[in-house]
């Protein structure tokens, strides 16, 4: 193009002209040749007009064949301002002697347009509009959507590059989290497997095989390891006062004392409820099980700060140790359990080695509870009778059934060994209906033989009481004996009362519309709410016989048992002190207005038959003389 430009040039310069010759002639008729054929489009113009452009050129901007010659140049422009704009671009260059290269679009005929790649010269640089200017033309419209299809499709491919990258990569994030949640849970699930979820100390899992492990090193290290099987003294009564929300709080910071108590090598397990185990590897031997036992009870034995109460808890010890108690974990974790019953029967807040003499014990108390199953099937059980008196006229105003176990080869078996064994197994249930049924029973009996009437006062367990169809399983007991609703009263215990005090509170209202009279049993060893103890329809209070032993001579009980006769009174309900036992005791509760008083210096609980003989008529209900059956 160049080249064509240059030729077209020097052809019209006009030293060419001034020659004259024949040879410029014949270069003439081979540029107009050469200007006919080319592919590319060409013009002259001079003065703003085209004198000349070739077929090309005019095929491009659609005008017919020398229709251009002699027409002004902006009529390939699109407006006379764009002519002008192209103009002042040009110029310049083309004066000094440069090419002017650019792209455009050029204007069709017909209204159309096109875009062309434009190269401009100036023949004579001095004078480039009246001596002449040669533009060469390429319709590159073709080349330039080709270009922009190519770009379009490029920018296409980008884009969907990126969002399938950008969609990778949110996948490939996704299946991290997938991964690390999966990682997250199944560690989770690892840690459960072995450890409590309560407290996050190892479970019964976990310890098994940290106890295999200390085992196998003391065998080969000829050293001892030792079991301490730990019971939370009277958890149960904190629990059921408190919720089980403080109860859950206890057993955390419990588990917190015992961690700080762990020396390296050992582990501390949760079992259950409230009993945790304490592994010491490596140990010496039992000198080393006690110190570490004695550290127990101290550090445990602490007061906790849990939701603005503070708590006491005590434990309860038992030790085995390997080699001598044992070879293999259950054998080592049953005698530290064993050992930790016999801890608790001893006075409990103390620790005990297993020896053969807690052999027995356990062996005894398993058999016990296994012949426990049956008591009631065989008609062992049986109930005993204790009156209460009113301590302004000395008449009897209640009476209480007590149950008793009468074992075949054992004879009378104490309640206080065989009733927290029927609330550790569950038979507490059954063993309190049979209770309540017989009571009722007993009731109808001396009703039809005119003797009384006075209320018949039942004990109810925690387990009992917590029985939602409580309520109609009394009203169908106390219809099956023939006996009024206000004929009997229920004594629950403090501790049993307080629990889930919504279901409770309903309970006591259901029982009080029948027209039963409500006790609360053991007053003072729980953890009553006053609040609650307003709003529950509760008729009596049952000072505990703990509180009545020691007084008057102690002044802490005296002033706690006067404390509790002035709050019966404010709420207007009747006191009874239980354990009374000689005229001392009377007489103080006589003077600070305790209304009935329940204890050996009046009477003790007795069969029926025993009770009917004595009692029948009163002419000395006082009677303290032992009454033979």
């Given at each position: 193009m160049a080249h064509v430009q240059a030729e077209l040039a020097s052809a019209s310069a006009p030293e060419a002209h001034a020659r004259g010759d024949c040879s410029s002639g014949q270069l003439l008729l081979q540029y107009e040749a050469i200007l006919e054929n080319a592919s590319i489009g060409i013009a002259f113009t001079r003065d703003q007009r085209f004198e000349h452009v070739n077929p090309r050129f005019e095929e491009m901007v659609g005008w017919p064949h020398g229709a251009l010659t002699g027409q002004h140049g902006s009529v390939?422009?699109?407006?006379?301002?764009?002519?002008?704009?192209?103009?002042?671009?040009?110029?310049?260059?083309?004066?000094?002697?440069?090419?002017?290269?650019?792209?455009?679009?050029?204007?069709?005929?017909?209204?159309?347009t096109f875009i062309a790649r434009i190269r401009a010269k100036a023949v004579d640089p001095r004078q480039p509009?009246?001596?002449?200017?040669?533009?060469?033309?390429?319709?590159?419209?073709?080349?330039?959507?080709?270009?922009?299809?190519?770009?379009?499709?490029?920018?296409?491919?980008?884009?969907?590059?990126?969002?399938?990258?950008?969609?990778?990569?949110?996948?490939?994030?996704?299946?991290?989290?997938?991964?690390?949640?999966?990682?997250?849970?199944?560690?989770?699930?690892?840690?459960?497997?072995?450890?409590?979820?309560?407290?996050?100390?190892?479970?019964?899992?976990?310890?098994?095989?940290?106890?295999?492990?200390?085992?196998?090193?003391?065998?080969?290290?000829r050293c001892c390891v030792a079991v301490i099987f730990i019971d939370l003294d009277r958890f149960k009564t904190i629990n059921d006062s408190l919720g089980h929300t403080v109860g859950d709080a206890l057993l955390k910071a419990v588990a917190t004392r015992l961690t700080e108590v762990l020396r390296p090598g050992d582990t501390v397990s949760r079992v259950g409820g409230d009993e945790f185990v304490l592994i010491l590897g490596s140990t010496s031997g039992p000198d080393d099980a006690a110190a570490v036992s004695q550290r127990l009870l101290e550090h445990l034995s602490r007061p906790y700060e849990i939701g603005g109460y503070s708590l006491r808890v005590t434990p309860s010890l038992g030790i085995s140790v390997f080699p001598g108690d044992g070879e293999d974990p259950p054998t080592l974790l049953s005698r530290a359990d064993a050992a930790m019953y016999h801890a608790k029967a001893e006075g409990r807040q103390c620790f005990r080695f297993f020896t053969e003499e807690v052999q027995r014990a356990s062996t005894l108390r398993l058999q016990l509870e296994n012949e426990l199953h049956g008591a009631i099937a065989r008609g062992e059980l049986l109930l005993h009778y204790q009156p209460r008196f009113d301590l302004v006229d000395g008449t009897l105003s209640a009476v209480e059934a007590l149950v008793r176990w009468q074992h075949p080869r054992r004879g009378m078996v104490?309640?206080?060994?065989?009733?927290?064994?029927?609330?550790?197994?569950?038979?507490?249930?059954?063993?309190?209906?049979?209770?309540?049924?017989?009571?009722?029973?007993?009731?109808?009996?001396?009703?039809?033989?005119?003797?009384?009437?006075?209320?018949?006062?039942?004990?109810?367990?925690?387990?009992?009481?917590?029985?939602r169809d409580l309520t109609e399983s009394i009203r169908a007991i106390v219809a099956e004996a023939g006996i009024e609703p206000d004929a009997l009263e229920i004594e629950i215990t403090e501790s049993a009362l307080m629990h889930d005090t919504g279901q409770t509170l309903e309970t006591l209202r259901s029982l009080a519309a029948l027209g039963i009279r409500i006790s609360i049993d053991d007053f003072g060893t729980g953890y009553s709410s006053l609040a609650y103890l307003k709003r529950f329809p509760v008729h009596l209070l049952k000072i505990d016989r703990s509180f009545v032993r020691d007084i008057p001579s102690d002044a802490d009980d005296a002033t706690i048992v006067r404390a509790i006769a002035g709050l019966a009174r404010s709420l207007g309900l009747r006191v009874v002190a239980e354990g009374v036992e000689n005229r001392e005791q009377e007489r103080f509760l006589q003077g600070i207005g305790c209304d009935e008083g329940q204890g050996f210096l009046f009477a003790p609980p007795m069969p029926a038959s025993v009770f009917e003989r004595r009692f029948a008529c009163q002419a000395s209900p006082r009677q303290t003389v032992p009454v033979a059956d």
């Open positions: 390939v422009w699109r407006s006379q301002e764009e002519y002008g704009a192209i103009g002042r671009r040009v110029g310049p260059l083309l004066a000094r002697g440069q090419s002017a290269d650019f792209e455009h679009e050029i204007a069709r005929r017909d209204g159309g509009v009246h001596g002449g200017t040669i533009w060469i033309v390429e319709d590159i419209t073709e080349h330039r959507r080709t270009v922009e299809a190519l770009r379009r499709a490029h920018d296409e491919l980008e884009k969907r590059v990126r969002e399938r990258t950008e969609a990778l990569a949110r996948a490939n994030s996704r299946l991290r989290d997938e991964i690390a949640v999966r990682e997250t849970a199944e560690r989770r699930i690892r840690h459960l497997a072995h450890h409590d979820v309560l407290t996050g100390l190892p479970n019964r899992r976990l310890l098994h095989k940290r106890l295999d492990l200390a085992l196998t090193a003391a065998r080969g290290g104490s309640p206080a060994e065989f009733i927290p064994l029927a609330e550790e197994t569950g038979l507490i249930q059954p063993i309190g209906d049979w209770v309540l049924r017989e009571a009722c029973r007993q009731q109808r009996r001396w009703r039809d033989l005119g003797f009384g009437p006075w209320p018949m006062a039942v004990n109810l367990s925690a387990r009992q009481f917590g029985s």
